[in-house]
T-cell receptor
Framework: AQSVTQPDIHITVSEGASLELRCNYS??????LFWYVQSPGQGLQLLLK??????LVQGIKGFEAEFKRSQSSFNLRKPSVHWSDAAEYFC???????????FGTGTRLAVRP | EAGVVQSPRYKIIEKKQPVAFWCNPI?????LYWYRQNLGQGPELLIR????????DSQLPKDRFSAERLKGVDSTLKIQPAELGDSAVYLC?????????????FGDGTRLSIL
């Protein structure tokens, strides 16, 4: 069965600083990988996804993520954080060819002015 | 395009009462999902529909939860009777088709509080 680990529960960064959110997955083959963002009281919005090909994927709002098979990781990055990026971020994995998403427990991002 | 619409946004009931949630997916999306999100956790799948058919309900507590998707469009999730542990956010999502990694689009959820 697939699983996702997001080791950081809370992260605080200063506005304008760079950001990296960690995600490790467990799955026996090449997975589908996703990052979602959830603002308070809102549903989840897809930031980006990886299926195959280039291991560096670009998403919305200036986010990118890099798939590293050797480390079973799919870390999310942003070069310069804006105050509006404060939210909860979820990494998710789906089996190849399937659509059953397994989510991590999320990382809550706070942005310091 | 209009997003996934859920109602109500908030619901407060006493334990042992029934409750129902409604979801209208994005037009043309054949696959519909219901998730439960407990406080501080990621969403967990309850049930997945492909058109009218429930194809994965293995995580649905069938003794008290039921769901339906009439005509393959709108869906309703019901709990009867509700228990204190059912307090959570119930999210509905839809995608064009199942499989192939189609992205799932989420509604804003229904926050359920059981007194």
């Amino acid at each position: 069965a697939q699983s996702v680990t997001q080791p950081d529960i809370h992260i605080t960064v200063s506005e304008g600083a760079s950001l990296e959110l960690r995600c490790n997955y467990s799955y026996g083959a090449t997975p589908y990988l996703f990052w979602y963002v959830q603002s308070p009281g809102q549903g989840l919005q897809l930031l980006l996804k990886y299926f195959s090909g280039d291991t560096l994927v670009q998403g919305i709002k200036g986010f990118e993520a890099e798939f590293k098979r050797s480390q079973s990781s799919f870390n999310l990055r942003k070069p310069s954080v804006h105050w509006s990026d404060a939210a909860e971020y979820f990494c998710a994995v789906a089996a190849f060819g399937g659509d059953k998403l397994t989510f991590g427990t999320g990382t809550r991002l706070a942005v310091r002015p | 395009e209009a997003g996934v619409v859920q109602s109500p946004r908030y619901k407060i009931i006493e334990k042992k009462q029934p409750v129902a949630f409604w979801c209208n997916p994005i037009s043309g999306h054949n696959t519909l999902y219901w998730y439960r999100q407990n406080l501080g956790q990621g969403p967990e799948l309850l049930i997945r529909y492909e058109n009218e058919e429930a194809v994965d309900d293995s995580q649905l507590p069938k003794d008290r939860f039921s769901a339906e998707r009439l005509k393959g469009v709108d869906s309703t999730l019901k709990i009867q009777p509700a228990e204190l542990g059912d307090s959570a956010v119930y999210l509905c999502a839809s995608s064009l088709d199942a499989g192939g990694g189609q992205p799932q689009h989420f509604g804003d959820g229904t926050r359920l509080s059981i007194l």
